[in-house]
């Protein structure tokens, strides 16, 4: 075999595999539901790789960003946060892409490659409310932390 063969073969392999295997992008919004003026949502995120700083968000307010998944079979990104608002905080885990996905308001486990790769986290004064979907409509919102006193 030539080595032009060989080396259509290798750039072949990896092509194909680039096109199965690219990591999928996900994407993570935050909306302060914290309806009355004045009522500030400081937010600060971070993973093992990206420090994405602090964002005061007022009411209605929205913080997004998207990412590509780490490439390694078996590794995944996660991303936490840190929610402050007035004598309240929590800090989770707000993706893990190791997570199963869950679509929209039926809640049925699908593989990401549906689709399921936007997570939009709502916050309110009850606590932090999350849908896995593009365009979530209130009954997706499912409840998922409260707020904790610190």
């Given at each position: ?34 309806d009355l003026p ?41 991303f936490w946060c ?39 986290w709502l916050v ?27």
């Open positions: 075999m030539g080595s032009c063969t060989s080396f259509f073969l290798v750039f072949l392999v990896f092509y194909v595999g680039e096109i199965t295997s690219v990591p999928h992008v996900f994407e993570v919004h935050i909306r302060s539901g914290l004045g009522n500030n949502l400081i937010v600060g995120c971070w993973s093992g790789n990206d420090d994405l700083g602090i964002h005061v968000l007022l009411p209605n307010q929205e913080y997004s960003w998207r990412f590509r998944d780490l490439f390694w079979p078996g590794k995944h990104s996660v840190k929610f402050q608002w007035n004598d309240l905080s929590n800090k989770f885990q707000v993706i893990n892409t190791g997570w199963p996905s869950h679509c929209g308001s039926s809640n049925v486990i699908l593989p990401k490659a549906a689709g399921c790769r936007t997570y939009r309110r004064p009850k606590g932090f409310f999350l849908a896995v979907t593009d365009k979530p409509i209130p009954s997706d919102y499912e409840y998922k932390a409260p707020w904790q006193k610190y």
